[in-house]
Each structure stands twice: as C-alpha cells, then as structure tokens.
C-alpha cells in the first residue's frame, strides 16, 4: 500500500456513528486533504476496495461490518469566501463540524443558516442529504462545493444545478453522484437578512420569550433550545436525528386522510400536493416510547430511534421495517427513511 497513508486494518466505527452501532472496517483512513485522496486512487489495492465515505456518522445505520476501506474526512478550515451585490460567500472544509460552522457565521454577524442550528454531521455530508430544518434547506443558502472524483482524480466545482437538490437529496445519493467525494462547501448569505419564521413553533417560540425582532443569532439560540427540548443527545442515547422522512402526498390523497384523522398534521405544498409529519402519523400508531429489545422509538420525538445500548443495525432495521407497516396500514402512507443503510 502506499507509504505515505495511515491505513489501519479492522477498525471499530463504534465511535464514528452517532447511533453507537459496534461495526467494523476491513480499513480506516483518516483523510486530510485531496492528496489523500489521490493517493488512495493510486494504489491499486486501496483503489480496488469497496469505499465508504466518512463524515460524522450522524445520519447512516451499520446494518454490519463493512468489508472495505472507510475515508474518514476531516480536512478543516472555513472562512469568508468573497461577496457578491447581495451575498457574502463562506467556504468551509469537508470536515468541518456542521454546527460549529452554523456557530462561526453567527459570531461573525452573518445570518443564513441559524434554522439549521445543531444538526449533528459535518459540513461535507450537509448538500448530501440537503439537510433542512425549521423552513431552511441547504440549497437556499447553498452557492457551490468542490469535489474530488474518484474516478479520474480531478478535482472540480459544482453548482447548485449539477448538485440537483430534492428534499432531503441530491446527486449524491443518486448513480450521477457515484465516486463524487466532497472537500468543500460554499454557501451565499444574504446582506439583506430577514429572519425565517414560516415554522410556527420557532415563530411561538420566540414570540413567547419577549422576542419580537430577532437577529440571526437570537434565531439560532432558539433552534437550538427546541431541538435540545425535543431531540436526544446523541453522547448519551445513540440516534441518528430524524429516522423517517416527512411524506408527500397528493392534495386528493391528504383531503381523504383528513374525513377519516380530522387532527390529521399536514402543510400544503407548492404542486398542489401536501406534506405529512411523519412523527405524527408513528405518534398515532402508539409507537411513540415503545422498544423491540435495545431499539427503541424516542419518548419525546417519534421521527427518532435509538439505541438503548448494545443495539445491533440490524435491531433497528427490524423496528424501523414494523413501524412503516403500521403507517402503511393505517393510513396507506408508505415512510421512507433518512439514514444511509452500509
């Protein structure tokens, strides 16, 4: 193998899943910047393994051990980009941690991306899953990213447009994206801030705590005491945040939910269609606090499960496989889930 990479053989991944799931990697490499990367492309027994692209662990489930090599990325390094008539650009490292980022614009004056205050994962992970929270989504304040191929070793810049953002997607959980390794982010945040409280949670929230005007850090500071309020910290009960992805239905499909479940939690949608809350529907279904052996659901949050402690991927799987066949059956929605499954 090629001299210059740390490669360390059997690793435990135990500690790089917020989950806690004890998995194991045939290799481990902790990458620090693309000439790691190049590296690995160029040894021909690295480069022949299976890959698994490594971030915070915080939105993956080790259904077992993975029989390849594991490229941890934890480059480092954010700061102001450049600007624009209308936005000031922030670039931040691939391993960047998520929130800390979140936190580092706020200090710096800068609003944008206090609704995705506390999201566990890095920064590098973020446009995969274009992560959302309370009305904010990475594509809106999103301006562009780099990335390393893997199979070719170049090194190139992608745009909001090549990254094709759906919700909670993009091009790289998709066959386009295959081999597309992210080292950095760009984000674009507007000069001409206004906060965002079409969520009205935050927007009670605040409005109860004497805060009529926010600033972007007064919004963040709340985002982060509701997500603290109603989700597990993942240092003391294993998760993965949100484990099912709110579903959409069509505007016909919602309207005959609604005769049946009036109390029914529903937001309409640009199309004409609607989106559920998934929590909702598993909160109805009584799965809200009930466990199958070390998996559980959340007590506070039905969206998150959990490992009480010496859970196996595949426990989770099996709580997660019966909780959409009572959502299926009760209400005809099939739940898709967040995770990645390795």
Excluded at 4 to 16: E, F, G, K, V
Excluded at 204 to 217: N, T
Excluded at 252 to 278: I, M, N, S, T
Aim: aromatic share 8%; hydrophobic share 45%.
């Amino acid at each position: 193998m090629h001299p210059n990479l740390a490669i360390t053989p059997d690793y435990s991944l135990r500690q790089l899943n917020t989950f806690g799931i004890d998995a194991r990697a045939r290799a481990y490499l902790k990458v620090v910047s693309t000439a790691d990367l190049g590296a690995v492309l160029a040894d021909p027994v690295l480069a022949a393994m299976p890959r698994l692209v490594l971030g915070g662990g915080s939105n993956l489930l080790f259904t077992g051990d993975f029989d390849g090599l594991v490229l941890h990325m934890c480059m480092q390094g954010r700061g102001i980009a450049g600007a624009t008539d209308s936005h000031t650009l922030v670039r931040a490292a691939a391993g960047e941690n998520w929130h800390g980022l979140v936190q580092w614009t706020l200090a710096q004056g800068l609003g944008g991306l206090e609704n995705l205050s506390l999201i566990p994962g890095t920064v590098g992970a973020a446009p995969i899953q274009n992560i959302g929270a309370y009305g904010t989504e990475i594509k809106d304040v999103f301006h562009s990213l780099t990335v390393f191929d893997m199979a070719t070793g170049e090194t190139r810049a992608m745009d909001a447009a090549a990254c094709r953002f759906g919700y909670r997607d993009s091009v790289f959980k998709q066959s386009g994206g295959a081999g597309l390794v992210i080292v950095d982010v760009t984000f674009a945040l507007p000069r001409a801030w206004r906060a965002n409280l079409r969520y009205a949670e935050l927007a009670q929230a605040l409005d109860q705590a004497g805060v009529r005007d926010p600033d972007p850090q007064q919004v963040g500071d709340m985002v982060v005491a509701i997500r603290r309020r109603k989700l597990p910290d993942p240092a003391v009960i294993g998760n993965a945040g949100s484990f099912f992805k709110n579903p959409l239905v069509t505007g016909e499909h919602c309207a005959r939910l609604l005769a049946a479940f009036p109390a029914l939690v529903h937001h309409a949608q640009g199309d004409g269609g609607e989106k559920l809350a998934a929590g909702w529907l598993i909160d109805q279904c009584g799965w809200k606090g009930r466990r199958m052996g070390q998996a559980g659901v959340y007590e506070k949050q039905a969206l998150v499960l959990v490992n009480h402690g010496g859970a196996r991927g595949a426990d989770v799987l099996a709580l997660a496989r019966a909780i959409q066949a009572d959502v299926a059956e009760r209400y005809g929605v099939a739940l898709e889930t967040e995770p990645v499954f390795v």
